[in-house]
């Protein structure tokens, strides 16, 4: 398996609250990416990085923000949770941005906001 | 607006069956066809891939084949075992701005009865 941690893998969490996910990667990959899974919509694409303090949005970024300070960090903040945020959260890496480049997945985050 | 529609939704076929899943895409930039396999509490892992100018690619009991006139592309499970019942998704790649980004189908669950 790719050297990826997510944490929390769990977390409940109220309407307005900030809340932060971590991604961890010990592959040394310049791009990092999150998605979130939801029944009947598949992955869609949060935010993606492609190096150190370079960051930009996917097709689901409102509501959400991301920071990348090393290359094995990668950040993603509900700046302030909503009930249509309750996902499971799946961080992805990848070595090179360029096509036939296999994304690895994280063991994803479930994230409830009640 | 959704890039890569996926069907079925689900599939249930016996152990030895040939399920198929079937892809259509839109955007004709998209030069990287990815299929993942996702199992229940796991994060997605790729399963096998193809480039348009190649007609069909097989690894294993998986098979792809590709239609690029049609803009479509399935996968085909031979034998299919019981350990094969998970979530199956397309995917198409296109370049964004900085990366490669993947624009995943809904996917398909499909469940391989003994």
């Known amino acids: 398996d790719a050297g990826i941690t997510q944490s929390p893998r769990h977390k409940v969490t109220e309407t307005g609250t900030p809340v932060t996910l971590r991604c961890h990667q010990t592959?040394?990959?310049?791009?990092m990416y999150w998605y979130r899974q939801d029944p009947g919509h598949g992955l869609r694409l949060i935010h993606y990085s492609y190096g150190v303090k370079d960051t930009d949005k996917g097709e689901v970024s409102d509501g959400y923000s991301v920071s990348r300070s090393k290359t094995e960090d990668f950040l993603l903040t509900l700046e302030s949770a909503t009930s249509s945020q309750t996902s499971v959260y799946f961080c992805?890496?990848?070595?090179?941005?360029?096509?036939?480049?296999?994304?690895?997945f994280g063991q994803g985050t479930r994230l409830t906001v009640v | 607006q959704q890039q890569v529609k996926q069907s079925p939704q689900s599939l249930i076929v016996q152990k030895g069956g040939i399920p198929i899943i079937n892809c259509a895409y839109e955007?004709?930039?998209?030069?990287?066809f990815p299929w993942y396999q996702q199992f229940p509490g796991k994060g997605p892992a790729l399963l096998i891939a193809?480039?348009?100018?190649?007609s069909e690619k097989k690894e294993g009991r998986f098979t792809i084949s590709f239609n690029k006139s049609a803009k479509q592309f399935s996968l085909h499970i031979m034998d299919s075992q019981p350990g094969d019942s998970a979530t199956y998704f397309c995917?198409?790649?296109?370049?964004?701005?900085?990366?490669?980004?993947?624009?995943f189908g809904k996917g398909t669950k499909l469940s391989v009865i003994p």
């Open positions: 955007n004709t930039a998209f030069d990287y």
């Open positions: 592959e040394n990959h310049r791009y």
């Open positions: 193809i480039r348009p100018d190649v």
């Open positions: 995917a198409g790649s296109y370049s964004g701005a900085g990366s490669y980004q993947l624009t």
């Open positions: 992805a890496i990848s070595e090179y941005g360029g096509p036939n480049t296999e994304a690895f």
